[in-house]
Nanobody
Framework: QVQLVESGGGLVQPGGSLRLSCAASGKIPSGYYMGWYRQAPGKQRELVAV??????TYADSVKGRFTISRDNAQNTVHLQMNSLKPEDTAVYYC????????????WGQGTQVTVSS
C-alpha cells in the first residue's frame, strides 16, 4: 500500500510561485502515473498535471506556468507553480495510479494553495 504526503502549499500573491512536493511511501512501479489534481470551491476535481514513463501532460489552464517532475529514487513528485493566478486557488491533491482500473489508485490528503492579494 502506498501512502502520499503533500507539502509546500500556502498563501501567495498573484504572480508568485510555489513548489509542491508529494512523498510516497513504498516503491512506485514504473508503470504507474504520478500526478496532481486540484479542487476549488464549487468546482469538480480536475487534473492539473501528470507524469508517466512516456512524458507529461498538463491542463490547458496551467500550460507554460506549471512544471511537474518526478524523483524515482526518492519516490517523490513535484509541481513547480509559477505566475500563479487567483483562479489557481484550490486544494491540490497528489495521486499515484495505474492506468488500468483495479491495479492501484492512491491519493494524498491535499494541500491548500491560495493565490490572493
Amino acid at each position: 500500500q502506498v501512502q502520499l504526503v503533500e507539502s509546500g502549499g500556502g498563501l501567495v500573491q498573484p504572480g508568485g510561485s510555489l513548489r509542491l512536493s508529494c512523498a510516497a511511501s513504498g516503491k512506485i512501479p514504473s508503470g504507474y502515473y504520478m500526478g496532481w489534481y486540484r479542487q476549488a470551491p464549487g468546482k469538480q476535481r480536475e487534473l492539473v498535471a501528470v507524469i508517466r514513463s512516456g512524458g507529461t501532460t498538463y491542463a490547458d489552464s496551467v500550460k507554460g506556468r506549471f512544471t511537474i517532475s518526478r524523483d524515482n529514487a526518492q519516490n517523490t513528485v513535484h509541481l513547480q507553480m509559477n505566475s500563479l493566478k487567483p483562479e489557481d486557488t484550490a486544494v491540490y491533491y497528489c495521486r499515484v495510479n495505474h492506468p488500468l482500473s483495479g491495479l492501484g489508485d492512491y491519493w494524498g490528503q491535499g494541500t491548500q494553495v491560495t493565490v490572493s492579494s
